[in-house]
């Protein structure tokens, strides 16, 4: 990495061999899958009559998770990168925070999933903004989302705890996060054999998930008519 904002970064991905704006085809065109579902989902929110601030911010954050992919695969600079990871660790943050505060049933939950949700942020930020990553290029870097994996399967362990009619949707969306970060792994390891590299399916995977996740948070958010099964 380096510490001008502005010159390009290159070796990140195996796709990228130089700078350029179109250096990283897959992984560029890919991210706007994610903007696609995205807007569905926000255009689907908006018309429904139940809508809640914290669920138009998650929909939200999803559309920004998708432009900043996108300019981050196609820019490939320091400034880039930032965009490509605020977004995407507000929305974990927001969504763990939330799941969180409707688990605990305690006058300090509000403030106990505030904290937690600042703490996942923090976290996940400086951990996608380091120089190095805690174990090198050996996972492609990956090791930077295990703090949002831990939040899609504490999601999920929750969900199942309460009986809430949501668990099969977080759990399907919890498996192919995890598969995802599998193909996100694979990039640079698998490199000499697939010349493209696998960082797209990440995408790929990773937009499923969110659609799913998505799908779970609009049929099942407070004022939806639909509770949990007890």
Known sequence: MTSDWS???SGAYCERTAPGFWGEPLNAGSSLLVIVVSLLALVHVLRSRSLSPGLIALMALALAIGIGSFLWHTFATRWAE?????????????????VLKDSVKASYALPLAVAFGAMVFVAGLALSMRETHMLGDTVSGSTQYLPALFVVFAAGRVAWKERHPSFRLIAVSSALFALSFAFRSLDMPLCSTVPFGTHFLWHVTNCLAFGVLLAALIRFSPGSGRTADK
């Open 7 to 9: 010159a390009p970064i």
């Open 82 to 98: 930032l965009a490509d990871v605020l977004p995407i660790w507000a929305f974990v943050a927001l969504y763990g925070a939330a």
